[in-house]
């Protein structure tokens, strides 16, 4: 079970619901999958927890819908999302409600921030992605070497 960490500064939120504890990384059919929600896209050390952990899969789950289209926010939490696959080096799963206008993409983004599939924006829609594991590159190579090394390791 996962619970949410980072709760919107919003009265409501804050006051209904209670603060999770746990780290939210599973392994499933011997995949390492780390589960975010929402707000916490705007915190990268969360997601470093599941490159730490040697998670490769992560899914994010959004309830950002507004009641006016706002490009800017959709293109910024989808910059976001790819930042903090490329950052990690895993693939980024996010889903977004469609119950008003989305400011969040419902998307799959590779290890190199490619957006792989998207969902129409403001539709109901099913995304099938058949997952295996990308084979490295010279890119994520690079930046495995490197985060190991500002974590406290060695380059390979």
């Known amino acids: 079970m996962y619970d949410k960490r980072t709760l919107w500064g919003w009265d409501t939120e804050l006051s209904g619901f209670t603060r999770g504890n746990s780290d939210g990384i599973f392994t499933i059919d011997s995949i390492k999958i780390g589960f975010r929600i929402c707000f916490e ?10 490159y730490k952990s040697g998670a ?4 994010v789950s959004f309830n950002d ?3 006016a289209p706002n490009p800017e926010r959709f293109a910024l939490i989808r910059a976001h999302l790819q930042t903090r ?10 889903v977004n409600s469609t119950s008003k206008l989305q400011t969040a993409p419902t998307a799959i983004i590779d290890p190199n921030g490619k957006t792989l599939l998207e969902a129409p924006r403001d539709k109901a829609y099913l995304m099938v992605h058949d997952y295996t594991a990308p084979a490295p590159d010279f890119g994520t190579e690079g930046r495995r070497a490197n ?3 500002l974590l406290g390791g060695s380059a390979p």
Do not use: G, K
């Open 85 to 94: 696959a490329v950052e990690n080096i895993m693939m980024v799963i996010s």
């Open 56 to 59: 490769e899969l992560c899914f």
């Open 147 to 149: 985060n190991d090394i």
């Open 65 to 67: 819908v507004s009641a």
């Open 41 to 50: 896209v705007r915190f990268p050390e969360y997601f470093r927890e599941l």
